[in-house]
């Protein structure tokens, strides 16, 4: 995962409704018991660990993220839910040490930040019990993701094209299902599926569509630039939003939703 960017807790719990929207429908494609023990890999402000908490009311939530910030939001938001089954701990998740601990390993809109994916589907597999389940979901970012294509285009724009081709990309992006499925099973795990599913997100305003961008990683493109053309970046971004978008945005999404069991 990029040690550039500098997650946001309450500016990424404000801006990601879309996160929020697609995690809720892996939850609600998930079956749960109400005595599983559960991992929320990547838990962001935990938004979505409440709602798995509700899901196992006799289990356990155990919710990790890199980001302190992401952590301090979450156990901020804690003290104002009628939850007594959640632990939150700041931790990466190619940190992971836990082993035959969860009969659940959820993951929502992380995989993607994870360059180490190999590692990290091995932590998962590890951390699960015999029989348990993981399930995960994350964005192709790909040229045809909208934060990508606004800002290659802004960059182009700029004429910083030539200067930017060396920049190292530091998502990971899977060519489909198929690929991802391989790296389930690669890593021993049984019954994998994975499928890419295309959709649309309304965003009200240009400005809410760049307050997402910018929670989620936009000023990375910009670092091979200078300061003055970094803010040069931000302005064209935000100019091109509004110009294609004078009111509501409405964007497509490609992603991944994917579960496997481990034998």
Known sequence: MSNDFKWNGAEYSSANGIQTSVGGRLIESTAFLPDMSVLDAGCGSGDLTFLLARKVPCGHVTAVDLSESMIQQAEKSLKTQALRNIEFHVCGVNELEYENKFDLVFSNSVLHWVTEIEDCIARFYRALKHGGILRVQFPLLNAEHPLVSYAERAIRELGATER??????????????????????????????????SGMFSFPSADAVYKHFDSVGLNL???????????????????????????????????????????
């Open 164 to 197: 930017c081709a060396k920049w190292s990309f530091p998502w990971y992006v899977p060519s489909g299902g198929e690929q991802f499925v391989r790296l389930l099973k690669d890593s021993c795990f049984a019954d994998a599926e994975a499928a890419p599913e």
């Open 221 to 263: 493109f910009a670092a091979p630039l200078g300061e003055r053309e970094k803010a040069a970046f931000s302005g064209r971004v935000r100019s091109d939003l509004r110009e294609d978008f004078p009111t509501g945005a409405e964007l497509r999404y490609e992603r991944i939703f994917a579960k496997a069991i481990k034998p």
